[in-house]
Each structure stands twice: as C-alpha cells, then as structure tokens.
C-alpha cells in the first residue's frame, strides 16, 4: 500500500502505507537551576553576621572575645570563599527538583522517543547511528517510512546530574525502568495491497501498545541495555491478511569496558505484512504484500585516545524472509565499517568512514548479488546555534556482476542529510534527503538508486494546538532498460501530509492526520494514487511536546 500519513505521535511506523515519525525533540537547557541555588545561600548568609557582629563588638573587656568579632566581621569577605564549595556541592541537589519540572514536558518524552526509534536506528547499512539511518527514519515523515529511527542526538547535549534525575521516569522495578504508551487509531486509507498497484479502500481499527524496559540508563558512562517492544493488531478490516499482528522488537547494548574501550551490540526483530520498508527501504515494494520476517544484528567498539579523536569498527547482518508469492525476494546484507572520529565541540562531531558491504545471491534472485565499497564524511550535532543534524556525503562503488546490460555497475555520490533549524520555541523546520542504492526485483536490474528530498514543519496554534506539516519528493532510477521501452524505468513519488493535535494532559494526546500520495512512472502499470486519513488517540509515556505540549 504506497500511502503513508505523518503523525507526531509516538507511533513510528504504523504502517508504511499509513504513518511515518517524526524528529525526536530538542534537548532542554538544566542552566536554569544553578542561579536558586547562589540566591538562596546568599540570603540567608548575609543577615547572621551582621547582627551578630554587633554584639561581640560591644563587649570590648575580654580582648580574646574582641579578637573573635573582628574576625566574623572580616569573615563575611573571607567565607564566599569557604561556601563556594558548599554551593557546588549543594547545587547538584537543588538542581534535581528543576530538572523533574523540565523532565514533565522534554526529557521523558525525548527519551521515550528514541525508544521506538530503535529499529529504524537500525541503518540498513549497518551502521550505528549512521547518518543514512537516521535520515531514513526521519524520511519517513514525508513519505512511506523507510526502516522506521530517527533518533536524534539531542541526549548528550543534557547535563550530568539532571539527565540522571529525567531518566528515571516511568515505573521502577529496582534497576529495571519501565515506560508502558499505548496509542489507538482509526484508519481510513486508500493504498495498494493486493496484486496489483492499484489501491483499495478500507476502514480499520489499530492498537498499538508500545512497551520500553531500560536499566543503566540513568548512570552517565555505565552500563545500558534496552528492550522495547511493540506490537500492532488491526481490527474491524475487510482484508483477513492485516488481521495478522505485527511485532517489533530491539534490544541494544552498551558497555564501557576499561577506560577507553566502549562495546556496542543491537539486535532488531520484525514480523508483519504492511511495514513495507522494513523489507526494502526505497519503496520498490509496495504491493502484492506477503508477511515477511526480518532480523538484524550489528555488534561494533569504539576506542577511545582520550583527546578529541576516537575511532570505532563494526559489523553487521541484516536478513530478510518472506513468503511465497510476495512482491519481493528474500535477501541478505553483510557490512563491515570503521570510522575515524574527531570531537568538533561539545555536542558535535565528524565522522571519516570507510564501509564495505556484500549482497549474496538469493535462492529466489540470484542476480542481485553485490559487492560495494563507500567513503563517506559526516558531521552531526549542533552545526550551528539553533540548527542542529546530521549532514553525510560519500562515494560508493558497487559492482553487480550478474546484473543486466548496463546495469552491473554503480559509482557516484550516496547522501543522507537531515537539519532541523528551530525559529522560536514553538515553531521550526527540517530539511530531510538520501540518495543510497537497494537490491531491485525489477526485471534484470540488481539494484536500483532512490534520490529524494522532504520538508517537515511545526507550527504552535492558539488553543495549545499544534500543526504538523510535510511535503517530499523521491526518485527511483533504474538502469536497465526495460521490457518494452528502450530506456530504463523511473518512479516519481510525491506526497503531502497536514494534521493538527492536542495534548489532554500530561500523559494523554488527540491528533488528526491527512495524507496523500501519488506515484508516476514511465510504466502506466506502477502508476498509483492513494490517501490516509487518521485519528489518534494517546496513553501513557509519550513523545516530545515541541510546541503547545502535543506529543509527535
């Protein structure tokens, strides 16, 4: 089903026909707690040693009591000295109840948002916290979702003792933190399923409860492991195949292991029919639907000089099932990575990386087999004063031997950018792009090149409404020409989505989305039109609330 909508509601991917996320929030300032602190010490501390000054001054007979007034006289210039540490000390626990007021409204939230974002922070290259990852997550806001995560890296930029205090939000169980949200939509879309591009209507109910266990993750620098969970049953629908539940699940893995090495581990499981991109991020796929399995494992370490460069290695697979009769393959793909990292500021830095990827022949396709190498520059953090992302420009090379005329070879420029520039608290934007290559079930092509471009906005409204808008463009260009034309085929998607939403209260939201959709190909057969229309309804630990306190 090619059509997508785009709420800000903690759902990611309710389908990829259907939802795509949003960008995680903007990180909170906790500056704002250390000024209490110096008010409160000085208040108190400049009355007692004036009164009691006086006293002592006036009883000049005993020269050793005299010797004592001066002192405390003096000692009011001497004793800011003596309280500053006092004051250090004291601040981090004046600072706490600051921080559970900011963590109402931001922290959670941003928390819980890379949370579900977790199989999508699963790059298909492989990469941990890759750019093209994150851009993929962050894509899917303007058209149907690729792998789901765009996590944003707002955590680091939070200060020591006030993240401790925020991440402990939720419901505790000694070390184990849990944070349970459950959303339920209503669906109204028309999107292609069956056997053939043209889409058909249907209404239907979803529940989605969406389940996040953490321990460690209040403690800077120490261990962290993190499962969530997240499965969706659809009710009420004319086609039996969405009666089948989806599952996804991520469980990640953070451990220091002496003083400079740090290892990182990530598997993700996903099963379902109408999560398209979990199976092919370029949206090739997008009707004769099957239910698909796919895993994913990465396991990488990073080293530490103990200045501002560092450099990490990993290794991924990446492995995808589906069954029979599916519009697409079963494949496999297996990277190894290694960067050269350089600490620009405090919530900045530049990546060098080299990756080398290999698609091995499928049983079902044999001609997608690859081998690709890509050099790529990245930078990501706060590039500039309110503008923060993820900028990354490379050069890959993929040979493609069994591929057909004019299709066995790729070498250009692979992108993945996403910025989000804020204006005021309550508005901002974000320009969103990639350009990557995908394995092809397309005739002899063994992989084709998607390029696309997307704008998102959020708007605060009066009423404590929020409007959330988007707009993207993608191309999928393929190489070989195709059976009947004496040039290759190419896809035009282009897509739009409005919708307006409403915290209730803290923990609970109401939104409303619209999107719409439309694919044009040189081949009349893949052309295709569809809509989404979807209402929301929130429970429990939600996503950022940007602006007017609506979670997105």
């Not at 740090?262 to 239910?291: K, N, Q």
């Not at 890509?374 to 090379?397: A, C, F, N, Q």
Request: hydrophobic residues 40%; aromatic residues 8%; proline residues 11%.
């Amino acid at each position: 089903m090619s059509v997508t909508i785009v709420p800000w509601a903690p759902v990611r991917d309710l389908s990829a026909k259907v939802l795509w996320p949003t960008a995680a929030g903007r990180p909170e300032a906790a500056s704002p707690a250390a000024p209490p602190p110096v008010e409160h010490e000085a208040r108190p501390a400049a009355p007692p040693p004036a009164e009691r000054e006086a006293a002592p001054t006036a009883e000049p007979p005993v020269a050793h009591e005299a010797a004592p007034a001066a002192e405390r006289a003096v000692e009011p210039e001497v004793t800011p000295a003596a309280p500053l540490p006092l004051e250090r000390e004291a601040a981090p626990a004046a600072q706490p109840p600051v921080a559970a007021e900011a963590a109402a409204t931001a922290e959670p939230p941003v928390r819980h948002e890379a949370t579900p974002a977790a199989p999508p922070a699963v790059p298909r290259e492989g990469q941990l916290g890759s750019a093209a990852g994150d851009v993929r997550d962050l894509y899917a806001k303007i058209l149907p979702p690729p792998a789901g995560v765009g996590p944003e890296e707002a955590a680091p930029a939070e200060g020591g003792a006030a993240e401790t205090v925020v991440q402990r939000e939720g419901f505790q169980f000694g070390p184990v933190r849990l944070l349970p949200t459950l959303v339920t939509s209503y669906i109204d879309a028309d999107t292609a399923l069956l056997d053939t591009p043209q889409p058909v209507r249907d209404r239907y109910f979803q529940i989605e409860p969406r389940l996040t266990f953490d321990l460690g993750a209040a403690v800077p620098g120490g261990r962290k492991v993190e499962l969530t969970y997240n499965p969706r049953f659809r009710t009420s629908t004319a086609f039996p195949e969405l009666r089948h539940a989806t599952h996804l699940a991520t469980l990640s893995l953070e451990a220091p292991v002496g003083g400079r090495f740090t290892v990182r581990a990530l598997h993700h499981y996903a099963r379902g029919l109408i999560e398209t991109t979990e199976v092919d991020p370029g949206r090739e796929y997008f009707f004769r639907l099957s239910p698909f399995t796919r895993q994913q494992t990465l396991a990488g370490v990073a080293v530490s000089s103990g200045g501002r460069f560092s450099f990490d290695v990993l290794g991924s697979r990446d492995s995808v099932h589906l069954s029979d009769n599916a519009g697409f393959f079963d494949h496999r793909t297996d990277l190894v990575a290694s960067s050269l990292i350089y600490e620009l500021g405090p919530a900045s830095h530049a990546l060098l990386r080299y990756a080398w990827d290999h698609i091995p022949p499928s049983a079902q396709r044999a001609i997608i087999e690859s081998r690709a190498s890509t050099v790529s520059l990245e930078v990501k953090g706060e590039l500039i004063p309110l503008v923060r992302g993820d900028l990354m420009v490379g050069y890959r090379h993929l040979s493609a031997p069994r591929g057909g005329t004019g299709g066995t070879q790729f070498d250009g420029t692979v992108v993945a950018a996403s910025l989000r520039k804020e204006f005021t608290p309550s508005a901002s934007v974000s320009l969103i792009g990639f350009r990557d290559t995908y394995p092809s079930g397309f005739e002899e092509n063994a992989f084709y090149v998607a390029t696309s471009a997307g704008l998102e906005a959020d708007l605060g409204l009066p009423l404590s409404l929020v409007f959330h808008g988007t707009v993207g463009w993608q191309r999928n260009g393929y190489r070989v020409p195709a059976a009947g034309l004496a040039v290759p085929r190419r896809d035009e998607l282009i897509g739009w989505s409005a919708g307006v939403g409403r915290s209730l209260t803290r923990w609970s939201f109401l939104r409303g989305d619209y999107r719409q959709d439309r694919r044009d190909s040189n081949l009349p057969a893949f052309d295709t039109n569809g809509h989404v229309f979807i209402v929301q309804l929130g429970l429990g630990y939600l996503g950022p609330a940007p602006v007017g306190g609506v979670p997105r």
